[in-house]
């Protein structure tokens, strides 16, 4: 398990850093943190962000929460119709995800991973 989502590339990234060697030694991934704590649901959609995890490599199961029965019912309906995001929906998710109104990254974002 480890937190993969549209903005782990901006600070101490595990899918740059973890995911590869995930990959190379063959141990299955869970995708988890999808949403930010919903922090990214400010400049993604719930598709998006599920999209985005699920299409990188080495990615077995996404984990994602649901506050209600319909969103598990989006999350289930995005997983069956996914569709593999092509370089430049890839670079425009992960752009959006650090840019507009109220969104943030770092430490704010994605407090699991400070430096000690």
């Given at each position: 398990?480890?937190?993969?989502?549209?903005?782990?590339?901006?600070y101490?990234?595990?899918e740059?850093?973890?995911?590869?060697?995930?990959?190379?030694?063959?141990?299955?991934?869970?995708?988890?943190?999808?949403f930010?704590?919903?922090?990214?649901?400010r400049s993604?959609?719930p598709n998006?962000?599920?999209?985005?995890a699920?299409n990188?490599?080495?990615v077995?199961?996404a984990?994602c929460?649901?506050?209600?029965q319909?969103?598990m019912?989006?999350?289930?309906r995005?997983?069956r119709?996914l569709?593999s995001l092509?370089?430049?929906?890839t670079?425009?998710?992960?752009?959006?995800?650090?840019?507009?109104?109220?969104?943030?990254?770092?430490?704010t974002?994605?407090?699991?991973k400070r430096r000690?």
């Amino acid at each position: 398990m480890m937190p993969l989502n549209a903005a782990d590339h901006a600070y101490l990234s595990f899918e740059e850093s973890t995911l590869p060697v995930a990959r190379e030694l063959g141990v299955g991934v869970q995708a988890i943190k999808i949403f930010g704590k919903g922090c990214l649901l400010r400049s993604l959609n719930p598709n998006e962000c599920l999209a985005y995890a699920l299409n990188l490599p080495g990615v077995d199961v996404a984990v994602c929460g649901a506050g209600t029965q319909g969103q598990m019912e989006d999350n289930i309906r995005t997983a069956r119709n996914l569709k593999s995001l092509s370089a430049e929906q890839t670079a425009d998710v992960r752009k959006r995800s650090l840019t507009g109104w109220g969104v943030y990254g770092g430490t704010t974002l994605e407090y699991w991973k400070r430096r000690i």
